[in-house]
């Protein structure tokens, strides 16, 4: 199973750009579709992004298409999250989760490994 640390996280204000990393250890990391979810106390976890093993496909949710943007660098085992043009509501923490199915997944279900969180905090 690969284990999975997030970086990058901080405070930013509106209007800013972040990027997040995914740093994976373990077996066969490119064999991994990777996710990124976001959660604020007393919400549920919620689906961000997510790229495939290949690197070849990603999807995004609504509430960030056309924003945030996903690269993997396989042989670094790291995958990145772009954020621009950050706003207040998407102040959350952001975790990378990791899955070997054939699809991608919007459900945290069907996610196996996932890392501890990285704080984006959006001020005004």
């Known amino acids: 199973q690969v284990q999975l640390v997030e970086s990058g996280g901080g405070l930013v204000q509106a209007g800013d750009s972040l990027r997040l990393s995914c740093a994976a250890s373990g077996r066969a990391f490119s064999s991994y579709n990777i996710a990124w979810f976001r959660q604020v106390p007393g919400k549920e976890r919620e689906f961000v992004a997510a790229?495939?093993?290949?690197?070849?496909?990603?999807v995004f949710a609504d509430a960030v298409k056309g924003r945030f943007s996903l690269s993997r660098a396989s042989a670094k085992n790291l995958v990145s999250l772009q954020m621009n043009s950050l706003k207040l509501e998407d102040t959350a923490v952001y975790f990378c989760?990791?899955?070997?199915?054939?699809?991608?997944?919007?459900?945290?279900?069907?996610?196996?490994?996932w890392g501890l969180g990285t704080p984006v905090p959006v001020s005004s």
């Open positions: 790229i495939t093993d290949s690197g070849s496909i990603t």
């Open positions: 989760a990791a899955n070997s199915l054939r699809a991608l997944g919007h459900l945290p279900p069907a996610y196996l490994s």
